[in-house]
């Protein structure tokens, strides 16, 4: 049965076609209003629930009213099973609640459906709800219905198998899921009229085709509790990729998938280490702490390497030969000849001038070794313990069977770096994997990567055909790196140095995902037979297994572009068959030490514990807060000093506003010009924050703000009666920032706290230094002539303790600064008083020169001399010119007035 059965239908064919478009006007107002941002999608379904819902209920056909929503909401029920089938519906509705246009057309349909069904069951009783849609709706209708459900059975069962095949999985479901909505779009009417047709092609083009234009619904995301409330968040990273900033939008919602490369744990870390993991916590820390993302971050530990390899062997190799007792004095000194002979050898082969640099230092270390006075076997040993392992390794390398012995190095340092991390304050990842937890994973990546056809096996090993790859038109090969794609020398050092023979490859571009293990080498069974993976697969492999198809963020230091983060991405996006693996790819800048680059054989190669003995993690972050977290950064004393003279600015302003804030004030007190214009610096300075915070994060442009505030500040107390909570909030504020950025890792409200083993001693101590502070200021009021043990209980005793006093205006200011620091200032002020007293002696002993006789003995400049001892030639026998001849009287006039006979 058609539409007949209402009058008006027929007899007043403009009013029903009216009627019935006015349901599109809610879908496509809320399109308009969310892409003008002023609803969020969540305000968008809401509204078209409602909207749609009261179109519906006041349509002038009550009867076909009820019987196009029962098609609706039975669209929205094969929806939603068919997302349940393929896993979509609990990722939507779990996960923050995201939602796509198509949901939001369906939803929203399907929602309104239900209103008015509840409406008509209390309007008519349930039968004859049940009857009116029996005899409405077609045998036909009903049948195709029933085998759509029957059918998503198999589709769950179709779907589970596609899940191994991700690229193909994620093209299956999108075409299925759009099939349904136009086949089932198609079902809301009978016999549909012109107007119903066209009703249906726009519910298909909004709900269907409308997704595909990502103009339509830009990803606005609101930048929840932070600085800058009720604004949306205009970050930008600069991104690798593209190599610009580009606007921050995480794939799903806010919650934002983190993949960074972790180490490879084969020696101690160093600061080039440093430079890496604290940029990416003050990274992380950010988008977390300030802009309010849910960061999920994953990092690896790479424990199957080359160089894990090596150094194992050369470990298990020497400790042998160590402990064997039966190897002598003499035959250590034979052996040691051997050594020498194969580093000879070695620097005759190798032509890179920094290498080269290490093996003649080797030589050194030997030859000294040897030649000099007789050393014991153990001090032989310990001078020449690097050489005899790389010797032992070459010699029995092969022999070392036994994978157990590979797996002990990387546990070591392993937990070495964790500790290192922990003492510089960089917070451990949501997620780590190591390489050899995934080796069941990484050996399904590579079979699915073959069965795409963009491997090929060869001897044993796999192969990534990277030329196949680059020609292929949804793909593109080395986007980060394109111009180094011809750099053999880049591709071969990504290899590693135990990489089989180049004729295995079709191409010499290629790389391997499975390395066919030799003698001397950790071996995992695999379909290709025994062996072990490429160094760049590790990571593609793991970051899918933890974090899905899609990576947000993946950070690295800048030397790993290519080609290991270019290899990682041609093999991501071969397995899961997309071009966009990655959305913004994050380096971390180059670190230098003394403006050159750090390498052993340069001397110049520092521990992360090393600087640490030296650095407090504070004073090392500060460093790389003030300067760009994607250049270049040059660790030396001078940008040290500079840290340590920002962190001394920083405590210094938050001693001085917790010593005002110690004193009594009055209550909230009228805010004067000057409060006003401080207020006024204050909100301006937040701006630009917020302002260099989206701008890639630029944390050196925010502690120059930080600064220039509290320079503010700093002249406001001096000028005026301060105004506590001004104060206050100000400083509040910095603090807040610094814990934001890493720097104050407590809980303290403002400042640096004072900890001692005990933990936070402030506020137990300060009352005695209260008293103490008092009793010398009345002490200082009543006699001269204790001013001498005021002072030395100033200078010494509570100085001793960590306590400064200082007098400003006429009243004590104390501050706990701690002991360390003032003994760093007493040794600084030692320092500056010895400079001062040698350059007093150098002026003293300059002045006994008699003027006549300071040029005589310069005969390496002059020749010839007036009776008063001034040059009249140089040393050549040339005249002095009248300009030299000027510089020189000066000279003499200075020394003549300073002359003491």
Known sequence: MGFSNSALTYLNYPTQLMCKSCKLIPVLIGGILIQRKRFSKRDYISVTFMTIGLVWFTSLDREVGFKMNFWGLLYVTIALVFDSASGNYQEKVLHEHKFDRIDVIRYGYGMGAIMLFLFQMARQSFLGSLRIFLTQMPRSGFLLILMSLSGLVGLNFVLKLLSQFGALRTTMVTTLRKAFSISISFMFFEKPFVHEYLYAAVLIFTGVLLPNFKQVLDRKRVCLKSMADSTFSDLHLLNSITRQKDKFVPKKGRTVQWYSCGPTVYDSAHMGHARSYITFDILRRVLRDYFHYDVNYVMNITDVDDKIIRRSRQRYLFESYKNNKDIALSKVLSDLNDVKAYFEEKVNKENDKEKLVTLKDDLDAINSASNNAPFSRDSILEMCCGQIMDWLDNEHGHEVTNNDIFSELPKIYEAEFFK?????????????????????????????????????????????????????????????????????????????????????????????????????????????????????????????????????????????????????????????????????????????????????????????????????????????LTHDWSGVLDYCQNTMQEALSIEKYLNEFFLNVKNILRTKGDYFPKFGEVELKLHAVFENSKCEIHSALCDSINTAKVMLVIRRLITECNSYIQSSKPHHELLNNIAIFVTSLLRVFGVIPSQSSIGFPSITEEGNVEEHVMPFLNALSDFRSDMRARALETLSLCDTLRDKTLTDLGARFEDHDGRPVIKLVGKKAIEKEKELAEAQKKAREKAALAKKQKSKINPKEMFLSQTDKFSKFDVDGMPTHDAKGDAISKAQHKRLKKLYDKAAAEYIS
């Not at 990546?445 to 055909?465: K, P, R, T, W």
């Not at 140095?497 to 003698?519: C, G, H, I, Q």
């Not at 340069?602 to 090392?620: C, H, P």
Request: with cysteine.
């Open 420 to 624: 290192d991390m922990q003492d510089l304050n960089v917070q451990p990842p949501d997620m780590l994997s190591r390489v050899s937890d995934y080796i069941a994973e990484i050996i399904s990546f590579i079979e699915c990567i073959l069965e795409q056809g963009f491997a090929y096996e060869s001897q044993g090993s796999v192969y990534f055909d990277v030329t196949k790859f680059a020609s292929n038109d949804k793909h593109s090969y080395a986007k980060l790196v394109p111009e180094a794609v011809g750099d053999l020398e880049l591709l071969q050092d990504g290899e590693g140095s135990l990489s089989s023979s180049k004729t295995e490859k079709r191409s010499p571009r290629d790389f391997a995902l499975w390395k066919k293990s030799k003698s001397g080498e950790p071996s995992w069974e695999s379909p290709w037979g025994g062996g072990r993976p490429g160094w760049h697969i590790e990571c593609s492999a793991m970051a899918g297994s933890l974090c899905g198809q899609h990576l947000d963020i993946h950070t690295g230091g800048i030397d790993l572009k290519f080609p290991h983060h270019d290899n990682e991405l041609a093999q991501s996006e071969a397995y899961f068959g997309c071009d966009d693996w990655v959305k913004y790819f994050v380096h971390a800048g180059h670190l230098e030490i003394e403006g050159r680059k750090m390498s052993k054989s340069l001397k110049n190669f520092i521990t992360i514990r090393e600087a640490l003995q030296k650095y407090s993690s504070q004073q090392i972050r500060l460093l790389f």
